[in-house]
T-cell receptor, first 112, second 112 residues
Framework: GQQLNQSPQSMFIQEGEDVSMNCTSS?????WLWYKQDPGEGPVLLIA?????ELTSNGRLTAQFGITRKDSFLNISASIPSDVGIYFC????????????FGKGTKLSVKP | DVKVTQSSRYLVKRTGEKVFLECVQD?????MFWYRQDPGLGLRLIYF?????MKEKGDIPEGYSVSREKKERFSLILESASTNQTSMYLC?????WGEGYTFGSGTRLTVV
């Protein structure tokens, strides 16, 4: 079935660094969503994107719906310790009975 | 705030036991979902439901069943728990297809 390729799988951050992650698909998507999961909790929706080229911010987070409609990016500026967690992209392409397809996640950890 | 409540945060069950995981949402959402989350495998869809008494298999339904007798409640049933069902189970709901899901906090199930 349809899969999303999310990268990187994991990364280490130092406080103050900017962070980037992305998701790509082989199909055109109608919707892109970004979630964050704190340890031991369920994912929480951060940003939703509905139009190709759309750029949306939520505080220090900025996400973009790729022009080709086959990718999306999430940037975190000036990271802080509470940014650690797993970030998931998700999208809807009209298949899979309308269900969202999820990437496997990017795990953000703090550099020792 | 939309709320999805999972009845237990942690459960320990014995092999062969019948296990019920309960999920309740308070926003009159039509669609409800059950996922399991394992390291490196991301979120995998077990079952979903788009209406009362309706259910559809997801990607990994084997060993599970579900029940949706009321709109707000979606139960996941492990008929005979096995150790390979040790996992984090996440329930989610949404109002319409393609919209973002709201997740519960998860149930970490250990089968011994």
């Amino acid at each position: 079935g349809q899969q999303l390729n999310q990268s990187p799988q994991s990364m280490f951050i130092q406080e103050g660094e900017d962070v980037s992650m992305n998701c790509t698909s082989s199909s055109i998507f109608n919707t892109w969503l970004w979630y964050k999961q704190d340890p031991g909790e369920g994912p929480v929706l951060l940003i939703a994107l509905y139009k190709a080229g759309e750029l949306t911010s939520n505080g220090r987070l900025t996400a973009q719906f790729g022009i080709t409609r086959k990718d999306s990016f999430l940037n975190i500026s000036a990271s802080i310790p509470s940014d650690v967690g797993i970030y998931f992209c998700a999208g809807n392409y009209g298949g899979s009975q309308g269900n969202l397809i999820f990437g496997k996640g990017t795990k953000l950890s703090v550099k020792p | 705030d939309v709320k999805v409540t999972q009845s237990s945060r942690y459960l320990v069950k014995r092999t062969g036991e019948k296990v019920f995981l309960e999920c309740v949402q308070d926003m009159d959402h039509e669609n409800m979902f059950w996922y399991r989350q394992d390291p490196g495998l991301g979120l995998r869809l077990i079952y979903f439901s788009y209406d009362v008494k309706m259910k559809e298999k997801g990607d990994i339904p084997e060993g599970y069943s579900v029940s949706r007798e009321k709109k707000e409640r979606f139960s996941l049933i492990l008929e005979s728990a096995s150790t390979n069902q040790t996992s984090m189970y996440l329930c989610a709901s949404s109002s319409s297809w393609g919209e973002g899901y709201t997740f519960g906090s998860g149930t970490r199930l250990t089968v011994v």
